[in-house]
């Protein structure tokens, strides 16, 4: 079964500091990896998709890395804002199917960042 | 704009009683999903639908019911079977079965 682990729970930082959130998953056998925003009481806003085949993606100041064989993927957010303050989920599909029935999702990492 | 719309934000319930959780969508994505969300867990799926008029349990299911009548729409029913009912209701679409995902506002369902 996978299991999707993000550490640690939650990080503040201050202003203008480039961070990387970690997302860590015990299958290997992925078909994308998805990485979300969530704040207080609010949906999850999708930030980056990366397909198995693919290492990294870009939009604006956040990178999403991924790395098949050890099972880990890894956001970074350059010069971060406290506009940037939220809970960070990642999802990882399960199998070749690829299957959105069979993600799997982090418990999230709570980012602050400080002015 | 397309999206995801979820009603209502806030709910409240009695015990013994049947609520209903709406979802519209009009971004014609044809896989729509019903997750759960508990502090300190991550999102568990209730119910997932390929296709209108097909769906499918998913993790946790107990509890709940679903219809796809219509390719727009897929309303959860928490029933009075649920023991647990106090949580974070997400619905989410995709454009196909494994397409990016795209989550509604949530609704919060509270059991008095």
């Known amino acids: 079964k996978q299991e999707v682990t993000q550490i640690p729970a939650a990080l503040s930082v201050p202003e203008g500091e480039n961070l990387v959130l970690n997302c860590s998953f015990t299958d290997s056998a992925i078909y994308n990896l998805q990485w979300f925003r969530q704040d207080p009481g609010k949906g999850l806003t999708s930030l980056l998709l990366?397909?198995?085949?693919?290492r990294e993606q870009t939009s604006g100041r956040l990178n999403a890395s991924l790395d098949k064989s050890s099972g880990r993927s890894t956001l970074y957010i350059a010069a971060s804002q406290p506009g940037d303050s939220a809970t960070y989920l990642c999802?990882?599909?399960?199998?070749?199917?690829?299957?959105?029935?069979?993600?799997?999702f982090g418990k999230g990492i709570t980012l602050s960042v400080r002015p | 704009d397309g999206g995801i719309t979820q009603s209502p934000k806030y709910l409240f319930r009695k015990e013994g009683q049947n609520v209903t959780l709406s979802c519209e969508q009009n971004l014609n994505h044809d896989a729509m999903y019903w997750y759960r969300q508990d502090p300190g867990q991550g999102l568990r799926l209730i119910y997932y639908s390929q296709i209108v008029n097909d769906f499918q349990k998913g993790d946790i299911a107990e509890g709940y019911s679903v219809s796809r009548e219509k390719k727009e729409s897929f309303p959860l029913t928490v029933t009075s079977a649920q023991k647990n009912p106090t949580a974070f209701y997400l619905c989410a679409s995709s454009i196909d079965w494994a397409g990016e995902l795209f989550f509604g506002e949530g609704s919060r369902l509270t059991v008095l």
């Open positions: 990366i397909q198995s085949s693919q």
């Open positions: 999802a990882v599909s399960g199998g070749y199917t690829g299957a959105n029935s069979k993600l799997t």
